[in-house]
């Protein structure tokens, strides 16, 4: 008897099995004939979508040349280390806003604005030179606030570049009452449309920046009540979000989740709250300095940069419900710095990061 054909693999259950493939294995399984792709293409529609990736880079304090860049897929689950992604700089790496890595030096504003983080655009330093600024994307606009040298005349000063024209504008300055906290380590910035917002992390007074009309507007209150002593402001999708800690300092009770609704100034939804044992993993007995949040896409990741070992993230499920885990941190390197930001990732980009032969993706076992 002829010995029988093996079966091919197709149609529902080559997709069951295609979502359980890491996002990475994918880029190849699309070049194995059109029908895989296709596969391939439904699996991610309707079985297990690709979700927004963490993306982080350390870097050395000795030779701030030596830099590493890893990315946390949360459909995957897994860790990857992306090689050769060719940093452009020497200087210290910084993020501010969640979707954004930069530079600043005397002489060079450098950002990165892909899901990647691999590619880096290089303009100009600003007029008014910088420590500690507020650095935000807003649409094809990079604005820079605040965070001036002492010897400035104008420590509330903001600057906001054109990616497409490649020109800095000199815009109204910060309002008055942010006089004491133009540092990002005193202010929290959110992104909706055209607009940025900045809270003061300890109030939670809120002033927004229209990047159209160049108009501030507030202050308004995002403090979502008396029992909250600090928060932080970023957006999920495309919905203003509070992040608080509830208690008072020496004594955290919780870490909840808020949603704006209405507009600013209008009634605050509560959405979720960490679970207890994850808080101890976020705050310990850590200053709240030391508490950094990544917001992208339906995520929220905090991590403790005193305790870089593990994070918490949570993602919020159509917007009502929330879902938290713990990751241990794949890209800790001993002794050097860290900072994170979010990629919107897509097969596009990961294919064509992968056909230009100039990075590699390795996953790494935890």
Known sequence: MAAAEEAPIHGD???????????????????????WK????????HLRPIKPWLIVLTQSPRASHVTKLHAYDP???????IKNHMCPHSSTVRSSHSSLLYTLTPAEFAFSLDALHL????????RVWRTDPIVARVGSRVVVAGGACEFEDDPLAVEMYDVESRAWETCPSMPALLKDSTASSWLSVAVTGEVMHLTEKHS???????????????????RPDESVFNCVTGTLGERLMVAGVVGEFGNVRGVKL?????????????VGEMPKEMVWKVMGDSELGSVEVTWIG????????SVPEELVACEVVNG???????????????GARMVACGGNVCMEDLQRAVMSGTRTFCVKHM
């Open 204 to 222: 939670g007074v809120t002033y927004s920046f229209d990047t159209v009309s160049k108009k501030w507007e507030g202050p308004f209150d995002l």
């Open 258 to 270: 808020w949603e704006v609704r209405g507009g600013l100034g209008s009634r605050m939804v509560e």
């Open 119 to 126: 590619n880096w655009h290089h303009a100009p330093s600003p």
């Open 298 to 305: 339906d995520f929220v990741y905090a991590r403790n940069t």
């Open 38 to 45: 296709r596969a391939v293409s439904s699996s991610l529609a």
């Open 320 to 334: 009502v419900g929330c879902e938290w885990r713990s990751v241990r941190n794949g890209a800790v390197s001993h």
């Open 75 to 81: 459909r995957s689950d897994v860790w990857l280390e």
């Open 13 to 35: 259950i080559l997709e069951a099995i295609l979502s359980h493939v890491p996002l990475i294995h994918l880029v190849p399984i699309c070049h194995v004939s059109n029908s």
